[in-house]
């Protein structure tokens, strides 16, 4: 066991750490909000994003068009947070990322918890000795990079986005003995309602308009609808010539090298209830692998 590729003595909800890919969207865009940027602004997406000598490339090869934060969000637009992640800088997403409950501990009942890793240049300088390079935060603005996550802490963004900007806490609500434990008062984490609407209303769309990431893993059912956003994080570095030649597909990969499969979600959407995460290691595409059980368990 202790051997095993696969971890199974380690408790991964609280402790596995992975870069939350596109789940990590509506931080960037309510940082952008905040730092002014309007959700109507359109971003041309062609299929890459250059900077410097580098391409960023977006997950749709022949790109996404002209797309504004909704759309982007919608569809998991790459591009256009490549774009405005470099305008509003790293520091505006790590204050964010904060706000939602990410690279921290929650002095959770269960031991164990890992905080993750929201990187700034300050980190940099001090962990490795090297300055922040703006590539770092084009790749940041899509949950990748240095980023890393739990999936505790997916759902209590997840939760913070959806109960309308509260520090909510994960918390047992019984002890063993099946008294209810108190629970404490969540406090705003100070975002505008502005922001918050368009993160609820982006996730909206990911899982209940056509052509979003996650329409074919709704909920139907009248007052059940769910609001969701799909993620999935490379493992690997895909090199140029792979790029010419054609990307090699997640089933033809040993299993170490494929993508996580991610997927956040709340519930009802209205009236929001419940929050979730699934991470399905090295699991392909978040829509694919990861939505349908969060649904399901939903």
Same mark, same amino acid.
């Given at each position: 066991?202790?051997?095993?590729?696969?971890?199974?003595?380690?408790?991964?909800?609280?402790?596995?750490?992975?870069?939350p890919?596109?789940?990590?969207?509506?931080?960037?865009?309510m940082?952008?909000?905040?730092?002014?940027?309007e959700?109507?602004?359109?971003?041309?997406?062609?299929?890459?994003?250059?900077?410097?000598?580098?391409?960023?490339?977006?997950?749709?090869?022949?790109?996404?068009?002209?797309?504004?934060?909704?759309?982007?969000i919608?569809?998991?637009?790459?591009?256009?947070?490549y774009?405005?992640?470099?305008?509003?800088?790293?520091?505006?997403?790590?204050?964010?990322?904060?706000?939602?409950?990410?690279g921290?501990?929650?002095?959770?009942?269960?031991?164990? $918890?890992? *905080? +993750?890793?929201v990187? =700034?240049?300050?980190?940099? !300088?001090?962990? @490795?000795? &090297?300055?922040w390079?703006?590539?770092?935060?084009?790749?940041?603005?899509?949950?990748?990079?240095?980023?890393?996550?739990t999936?505790?802490?997916?759902?209590?963004m997840?939760?913070?986005?959806a109960?309308?900007?509260?520090?909510?806490?994960?918390?047992?609500?019984?002890?063993?003995?099946?008294?209810?434990?108190?629970?404490?008062?969540?406090?705003p984490?100070g975002?505008?309602?502005?922001?918050?609407?368009?993160?609820?209303?982006?996730m909206?769309?990911?899982?209940?308009?056509?052509?979003g990431?996650?329409?074919r893993?709704?909920?139907?059912?009248?007052?059940? $609808?769910? *609001? +969701?956003?799909?993620? =999935?994080?490379?493992?690997? !570095?895909?090199? @140029?010539? &792979?790029?010419?030649?054609?990307?090699?597909?997640?089933?033809?990969?040993e299993?170490?090298?494929?993508?996580?499969?991610?997927?956040?979600a709340?519930?009802?959407?209205?009236?929001?209830?419940?929050?979730?995460?699934?991470?399905?290691?090295?699991?392909?595409?978040?829509?694919?692998?990861?939505?349908?059980?969060?649904?399901?368990?939903?």
């Amino acid at each position: 066991l202790l051997e095993s590729p696969y971890l199974p003595l380690l408790n991964k909800p609280l402790a596995g750490m992975y870069p939350p890919g596109s789940t990590f969207k509506m931080v960037v865009a309510m940082a952008a909000i905040e730092a002014g940027i309007e959700p109507s602004q359109r971003v041309h997406c062609p299929g890459h994003y250059s900077l410097g000598s580098h391409d960023f490339h977006c997950w749709k090869r022949g790109g996404h068009g002209a797309m504004n934060m909704h759309d982007a969000i919608k569809y998991s637009c790459d591009v256009y947070f490549y774009d405005v992640a470099r305008r509003i800088g790293i520091n505006a997403i790590a204050e964010m990322s904060r706000k939602c409950g990410l690279g921290q501990t929650y002095n959770f009942e269960v031991p164990g $918890e890992k *905080a +993750g890793l929201v990187p =700034t240049p300050e980190w940099k !300088r001090a962990a @490795r000795g &090297e300055v922040w390079h703006q590539g770092e935060t084009v790749i940041a603005g899509i949950g990748q990079g240095y980023l890393l996550t739990t999936p505790l802490q997916l759902a209590v963004m997840t939760a913070r986005i959806a109960n309308g900007g509260y520090a909510v806490m994960p918390h047992i609500t019984r002890a063993i003995g099946g008294e209810l434990l108190p629970v404490h008062v969540a406090k705003p984490i100070g975002v505008s309602e502005k922001a918050l609407r368009v993160a609820q209303n982006g996730m909206i769309g990911v899982t209940n308009e056509p052509g979003g990431t996650a329409y074919r893993h709704r909920i139907p059912d009248p007052g059940m $609808e769910l *609001a +969701g956003k799909t993620g =999935t994080a490379q493992v690997r !570095r895909i090199s @140029r010539a &792979e790029r010419a030649t054609g990307v090699i597909r997640n089933e033809d990969l040993e299993w170490r090298q494929r993508d996580h499969a991610l997927y956040v979600a709340y519930a009802p959407v209205h009236e929001p209830r419940y929050a979730i995460s699934v991470v399905v290691e090295h699991g392909g595409s978040g829509s694919a692998a990861a939505a349908p059980i969060a649904r399901d368990i939903m």
